[in-house]
């Protein structure tokens, strides 16, 4: 089951479970969509892999699944990031 984290990665923006703003890779690392596209370019900076909108869990299912409580807040260090991200930007994910 997905975590639902509450926030951005990388910014600390809110990303409720409602959210159509949160994305995620496939370890559910997760950003904004600004963060995504602006300054990642949709390259995860702890594994590489690309992302895809995170789905919102109904409403009804809130209770029964609540969303992860614990934040994740580890800016991304852009330094170090560089040839991860220069390796992966023109890949297509599924190629990665």
Same mark, same amino acid.
């Given at each position: 089951?997905?975590?639902?984290?509450?926030?951005?990665?990388?910014?600390?923006?809110?990303?409720?479970?409602?959210?159509?703003?949160?994305?995620?890779?496939?370890?559910?690392?997760?950003?904004?969509?600004?963060?995504?596209?602006?300054?990642?370019?949709?390259?995860?900076?702890?594994?590489?892999?690309?992302?895809?909108?995170?789905?919102?869990?109904?409403?009804?299912?809130?209770? /029964?699944?609540?969303? !992860?409580? =614990?934040?994740?807040?580890? &800016?991304? *260090?852009?330094?170090?990031? /560089?040839?991860?991200? !220069?390796? =992966?930007?023109?890949?297509? &994910?599924? *190629?990665?």
């Amino acid at each position: 089951m997905l975590e639902l984290r509450p926030t951005c990665e990388n910014c600390d923006k809110p990303l409720p479970p409602d959210s159509q703003e949160a994305m995620i890779c496939t370890y559910e690392c997760t950003f904004c969509v600004e963060c995504v596209t602006e300054l990642l370019e949709n390259v995860c900076p702890n594994c590489g892999g690309g992302f895809e909108k995170r789905p919102v869990r109904p409403q009804n299912q809130l209770v /029964k699944n609540p969303p !992860k409580g =614990n934040r994740v807040y580890k &800016p991304v *260090d852009m330094t170090s990031f /560089k040839a991860l991200k !220069k390796k =992966n930007v023109n890949v297509d &994910p599924k *190629d990665r």
